[in-house]
């Protein structure tokens, strides 16, 4: 049983589809594997595979999965905040949105209408 666990955890790891299965469908997902019932609860409880993936299984250590993200990346949706905020009537936001207008101005006349702006914000 052991090594159909271990085959199992191996596609957790690389199939996100078979994952997701277990969690939605154990029966299915898990028909050709020989599994004890407390195999097959764990496959299909996030928290208990959490738990046997951290700490691995007996004498074969699981290798720990890795994610590596590479390049410039802007993680924060920035634009959708201020527009809440704007909404709210948020001064901060309003200020904020001319600062970020100044330093995307490509012209003067860009340039010149926030700062402006800004000035009549800020008083």
């Known amino acids: ?3 159909d666990f271990k085959r199992a955890l191996a596609r957790v790891q690389s199939d996100y589809g078979f994952y997701i299965d277990c969690q939605a469908n154990p029966a299915v997902a898990l028909a050709g ?3 004890s ?13 959490a738990d046997v993936l951290k700490r691995g299984i007996g004498v074969y250590r699981l290798p720990p999965i890795t994610i590596k993200i590479c390049g410039t990346h ?3 949706n920035r634009a959708a905040s201020m527009e809440a905020a704007m909404e709210d009537g948020g001064r901060e936001a309003k200020v904020a949105t001319e ?3 100044i330093r995307r101005a490509s012209t003067d006349d860009e340039r010149t209408g926030a700062v402006v702006r800004l ?4 008083g």
């Open 99 to 101: 600062v970020a207008a």
């Open 37 to 49: 019932a407390d195999e097959r609860l764990t496959l299909g409880n996030p928290e208990k595979l």
């Open 1 to 3: 049983m052991l090594e």
């Open 74 to 76: 802007d993680w924060v």
């Open 119 to 122: 000035m009549e914000l800020i």
């Open 33 to 35: 594997y020989d599994l």
